[in-house]
Structure formats: structure tokens, C-alpha cells
């Protein structure tokens, strides 16, 4: 069938998490929040579908061509509805220990991927704050954790999770009961017509707050039979670069994310201005010469800490005073911003600001500037230009012109929204449909590239894509790999990399009757005890020799260097008037060395993997020689806490914030 052919009314009280994300997973039914009903009713090929949760998306399983009377998950599908009704807290354990054991070693429940059993359980899960606490607080299910981890992660769960958040929004703001309709999150869409639209500034690496915008709008593009347009914002020439292109496409491609076109915001510079001079014609812009670069520390009745020391023109608009040039003639107008473009020392005084309003209460409204002065040589356009726009006018006139129907946007742009309406509506332009997303929050994190090139400039990390820099370029996918050891007479065995996955491929297993052991390991063995290695089966200790870390052994093991990292900051949020060198953290690269089999070096640099008790790792590159790998956060609370101010038993390393460390001593058994 049709994506979408189906649709599915949710109630907004006991949401069906489940039906929903399946829904969206699948492409199979509209989902549309309606808080006049109390159960979930699917809408399908001309019938109506009521019941369970379960058999809801059972229906749409039939649609996806999924087979749905497969006993393949069966008795988890079972577990996953009756979750929500066990009370005893032993008997919640052990259920919950009874879904972490099966993905001890598997991905998903039921096969190599995501499947409507996983909707099911997922589902079942988050809509139990029982449930969803026990998990997240306890965190003894940690293969169950990481599982929910992932399926939360993907757009179907996100887009579930937005239709809700953005649903009890709408009631909160409108305090009725009416019904909030969502054709899967895109008011207004059609089918095969939808435009969404990507636009970074190429004045810095993606980081994964862009990863998020990215994805979504590629999802609702590619729901719709749409288009995805990458559009670069470069309309400040003195930030941007073309290698931050070039590098920003690369980061989208390591996502999955292709654009259908890829455009650039000073591709429509004759436009803009030309529009730039139809405003002010029409006397809804005039050209200003407050000051908006240096603090005035003017007098203010305003409450301590309610704002900084503000420019002129921002206590102006803080305090609905106008500008004394607000009332100037279309003619000096116009004067003043020819000057402008043509880059005078007079026309440098100036911008030009949209005449929307003094005093409304939505303070992005006040006659923001929508034109300003930059000499710098634009990386495209050279020194054509001497005047550009500001993205609060180019973006809502570049969407239009470009096709764009709905502009995603996070909702710290709330406020701008209003703002971005009048442009079109002022400018005469075909309208374009707004739709809000969360912002992702992040703590001890920096995601303000002005900061962030503090931090390169500074020398205090090492590039861009330094693993302590949230940018798309540190993060990875999970694999594989075992540490194993040996001497010179050994025999090497291939092994699937996954025993429920051949497909993966194969790995090489060492076998002797010498083995190295870490000494922390190796010191709980007792003499002629039978011990469990993995991949090998059951062996006996005959002997145990300890060595030391840096001895190594004729079989072919390798170096490694294994690196850790801490927060850049130690204050969670940094407000405007902190200053950034006040909270820099004094140790934020920990350097371990360790020996690792020789098969890693099949690995290339990306590649990510499993050290068996160590955790996950990404290979980052080579140091003197040695494969570097860098160590994923796990996302548990003692990972996730900062370690500033933790005593550390490694020795200094060198100076610029790093540490390092041997790896544990070996002993030979």
C-alpha cells in the first residue's frame, strides 16, 4: 500500500506509545492526536480497527507485509502486555531481567532488525513510569538499557515523542479539549509536494544538536515522497569557509543524509536586496545608525540580572523606545542604504531595520535589523557585495523562493516565528508552514561555535573533530572485538564475529596453552581451577606467572593507546556573563596503554568496537605507531558525571589538559 494510506486516531491521556511509533516506523497510517477519545481506533483500508494496542499493530504489521502470526518474539509480545500490570517488585526484576538476558547478545528481539516486537516491548516500557524508572535508576539491565537507548534514538520513536510533546502544547496554550490534529507531525502536507529544508552555517563542523535537525527533515521528507533541500546560510562572510562545506556535506553523508539539491543562501543575493528595497519603498524598513556593537551601561529600571549591560539600539527595543531615525523619509532611506552597498565610511553607520512594531510584548517583534554592512571578502561571491542579510530576513524569503512548505525549526526560535510570518506577509511572498521541535539540552557541553573555536584557537583541543567536541565527526555505531593473548607456538582459528549474525563476517581466535590475563583477573584464580574463556571453552590454570605490563609475547599482539575524556567545562550552563576561561577543566584527556589481538588492525579509522569489560571504543587513528582509540560514553550516571576535582591515580602527561597511564599489569597462566 500507499505510505500513509491509513490512519490512526491516539488518545492524548494514555498514549499509545507503541501504535504510534510503529506508525510512523512503517509509513503505513497518519497518526492524529484526538483528546476526545480514550482508546486508540486505526482507520485501514476502509475499516475501523479497535482493541488492544497490540492488535493495532498487528493490522498495520499485516500492511507493512511483515509477518505478523510468526512465533519468532511470540512470548515476548506476551511479556510486553503484561508488563504494565505486574505490581510485586521481585516480579518487575525479573521480568525486566528476563528481556536484558535475551539481548545479552542480541540487537533486537526478534532478528537482525528493528521489528514491530521491538515497538511492542519499547512501548510497553515507556508508558510505565514504573517501568521506565526501575530501568533507568537501577541500571542492572544495562543490555535492556542500551536497547531502549537505541530504539528511543530512532525517528519513529522521536516522531511519536514530538507529536505528543507538541499536542500537550497546543492544549496547554489553547486550554481546551479539541482535538489536535498531526499529518505525521507536518500540518498542511501532501503527499509527494512536501519541501524541508537543511540550512547550516558553513562557519564550523556539525554537531549533534544540527545531527538532530538533519535527520528530522530528512525523515519527513522522504515520509512524504518529498524533497530535502541543503541549503548553506552564508550570509556573513568574516565566520564562513568553503572547506566548513565541504565538511559539513561530509558529516550529513557519515548520517545517511543526502540532499536532493544543494543550495547557498547568496545564491538569491540580487533577490534579497531587491526585496531589501521593496520593504522600504513601501515604508515597512528604514535605515539606523543606533549603536548595536558597544555596551552604553545606560540606566535602567529594570530588575537586577534581568538582562547585561545592553548596546544602545538592544536597550532601546528592551524598553519599546524608538529609534530617532525611525520616522525618516522613503528617500533618506534609500540613500542611506546605497551607501551601505556600496560600502562607504558613512554607509558602515548603518542597517536597516523592519518597521514591525515599538512595544510588542514579543520582543522579536520590535524592528529587528534585516540588513548590516560586512567588507569582508564573501568565500563565493567576493567583493560584490558590502551589505547582507540577516537570517531573520533571508530565511523566510530563500524558503519561499526555494519551494520550501514546511521550515522545522527548534523551538528556542519560538518567539522569531511572528517575526518570520510578517516577512512574507510584508514582502508578498507564497506562505510557508512553521513547525517547532525540541531543542536537544546538554550539560558541561558547548555547542556555541563561537566557543568552540575558542577552544581550537586556544590549543586546548586538537582540531574539530576532537572527541571532546560534541560534533557529528565523534560519534559512532557499535561492533565487536575481543582481547586475547598467547605465545609463539599458537594456532588461530576463524570465528563469526557474532554468533547470531554470520553475516557480519569472521574474526581470528588465537588458541594456546599459554594465555595473558589482567592481573586483577588473574589473581582470583585458584590453581588447577577451570575457568571460562570466551571463544576458547573451559580451561584449567596449571601456573601463573606475573609480568610485567609493558613484557610482550612472540604471538602477534598489538599496542594500543586507549584514550578517555572529560567535560571542557565544569559548570553545566555557562550564562551570557561568565567568563569562558574561569571554567575550563585542568585534566580533560586520560591516556591508557594497553595491548589489544593483532586483528584490530584490520580496523580502519571510524570503525567502532566492543573491548570485552572495557566498554566501546572508536578508532580515532595512530600515535607513535600504536592504533588510538577513543572511548564512548556508556551513558550511565557515574560515566556521565564530570571528573574534575576526582583524585587520579595516573601520571601527568605533558602539558594541555591530558593524563596518561599504563594498563593494567598481564600475567601469563
Known amino acids: 500500500m500507499n505510505p500513509a494510506a491509513g490512519r490512526l486516531l491516539v488518545p492524548l491521556t494514555a498514549f499509545p506509545y507503541a501504535a504510534a511509533a510503529f506508525a510512523f516506523h512503517s509509513q503505513t497510517a497518519t497518526v492524529v492526536v484526538d483528546d476526545s477519545i480514550s482508546d486508540p481506533v486505526l482507520e485501514l483500508d476502509n475499516k475501523i480497527v479497535t482493541g488492544s494496542e497490540h492488535e493495532l499493530i498487528y493490522a498495520l504489521a499485516k500492511t507493512y507485509a511483515i509477518d505478523a502470526t510468526s512465533t519468532k518474539g511470540e512470548s515476548f509480545l506476551t511479556l510486553a502486555t503484561t508488563l504494565p500490570r505486574i505490581e510485586a517488585f521481585q516480579d518487575l526484576v525479573a521480568a525486566l531481567d528476563t528481556l536484558d538476558d535475551h539481548l545479552a547478545f542480541r540487537t533486537f528481539f526478534a532478528g537482525p532488525d528493528v521489528s514491530y516486537v521491538d515497538w511492542v516491548v519499547w512501548g510497553a516500557i515507556k508508558g510505565s513510569i514504573k517501568l521506565l524508572g526501575l530501568l533507568k535508576n537501577n541500571q542492572r539491565q544495562r543490555h535492556l538499557l542500551r536497547w531502549f537507548s537505541h530504539i528511543e534514538s530512532l525517528p519513529a520513536a522521536q516522531s511519536a515523542l514530538l507529536i505528543l510533546l507538541n499536542a500537550k502544547a497546543d492544549k496547554a496554550r489553547s486550554g481546551s479539549k479539541t482535538a489536535s490534529s498531526f499529518a505525521l507531525g507536518l500540518q498542511g502536507a501532501v503527499q509527494g509536494q512536501v519541501v524541508t529544508r537543511f540550512p547550516p552555517e558553513p562557519s564550523g563542523y556539525l554537531h549533534i544538536g544540527h545531527a538532530k535537525a538533519a535527520m528530522l527533515n530528512q525523515y519527513f521528507a522522504k515520509m512524504y ?74 540606566s535602567c529600571s ?59 510584548p514579543n520582543k522579536a517583534m520590535r524592528d529587528p535589523v534585516i540588513y548590516r554592512t560586512n567588507v569582508a571578502i564573501h568565500h563565493r561571491a567576493g567583493d560584490k557585495w558590502k551589505i547582507y542579510p540577516t537570517y531573520d530576513f533571508a530565511c523566510p524569503v530563500v524558503d519561499s523562493v526555494e519551494g520550501v512548505t514546511h ?11 511572528a517575526q518570520y510570518l510578517w516577512m512574507i506577509s510584508a514582502l508578498g511572498l507564497r506562505p510557508v508552514h512553521i513547525w517547532d521541535f525540541s531543542r536537544l539540552n546538554f550539560i558541561y557541553t558547548l555547542l556555541s561555535k563561537r566557543k568552540l ?85 573451559n580451561a584449567i590454570v596449571r601456573s601463573r606467572d606475573y609480568l610485567a605490563c609493558c613484557t610482550h609475547t612472540s604471538h602477534p599482539l598489538t599496542d594500543v593507546v586507549l584514550l578517555d ?29 594497553a595491548f589489544a589481538d593483532a586483528s584490530v588492525r584490520g580496523l580502519k579509522k571510524g570503525d567502532i568496537i566492543q573491548f570485552e569489560r572495557k566498554g566501546y571504543y572508536i578508532l580515532d587513528g595512530e600515535d607513535s ?18 571528573k574534575a576535582g576526582v583524585q587520579l591515580a595516573m601520571v601527568p602527561w605533558g602539558a594541555g589538559g591530558k593524563s596518561s597511564g599504563k594498563a593494567s599489569d598481564c600475567v601469563r597462566t
Open 225 to 298: 515522497d518529498g524533497k530535502l533541500i541543503i541549503r548553506f546560510d552564508d550570509t556573513n562572510p568574516t565566520k564562513e569557509k568553503a572547506e566548513f562545506e565541504e565538511t559539513i556535506l561530509e558529516d550529513l553523508r557519515l548520517l545517511g543524509i543526502d540532499g536532493d539539491a544543494v543550495t547557498h543562501t547568496s545564491d538569491h543575493f540580487d533577490r534579497l536586496y531587491g526585496l531589501a528595497v521593496q520593504i522600504i519603498r513601501d515604508g515597512k524598513a528604514y535605515a539606523d545608525d543606533t549603536d548595536n556593537t558597544n555596551p552604553a551601561n545606560l
Open 302 to 360: 529594570c530588575p537586577s540580572k534581568q538582562h547585561g549591560n545592553l548596546t544602545r539600539m538592544a536597550h532601546e527595543r528592551w524598553h519599546g523606545i524608538p529609534s530617532q531615525r525611525r520616522d525618516a523619509s522613503i528617500e533618506e532611506n534609500l540613500a542611506r542604504f546605497e551607501e551601505m552597498r556600496l560600502g562607504t565610511a558613512e554607509g558602515l553607520r548603518w542597517c536597516i531595520r523592519a518597521k514591525i512594531s515599538l512595544d510588542d
Open 407 to 417: 521550515a522545522l525549526r527548534t523551538n528556542e526560535y519560538r518567539d522569531r516565528n
Open 453 to 537: 573555536h575558542w577552544f581550537v584557537d586556544q590549543g586546548l583541543v586538537r582540531g574539530w573533530d576532537d572527541p571532546r567536541f560534541p560534533t557529528v565527526r565523534t560519534e559512532g555505531m557499535y561492533g565487536f572485538v575481543t582481547l586475547v593473548g598467547g605465545p609463539a607456538t599458537y594456532e588461530v582459528k576463524k570465528h563469526p564475529k557474532h554468533k547470531k549474525n554470520p553475516a557480519i563476517g569472521e574474526k581470528e581466535v588465537a588458541y594456546a596453552s599459554t594465555v595473558l590475563i589482567e592481573q586483577e583477573d588473574a589473581k582470583s584464580f585458584e590453581l588447577n581451577e577451570e575457568v571460562t574463556l570466551m571463544n576458547w571453552g
Open 565 to 593: 575524556y572529560d567535560y571542557l567545562i565544569t559548570k553545566k550552563k555557562l550564562e551570557e556573563q561568565d567568563s569562558l576561561a574561569d571554567y575550563i577543566t585542568p585534566v580533560t584527556e586520560f591516556k591508557r596503554e
Open 625 to 642: 605507531g600504536r592504533l588510538t582509540f577513543v572511548r564512548i560514553p556508556d551513558g550511565k550516571a557515574a560515566g556521565l558525571a564530570s
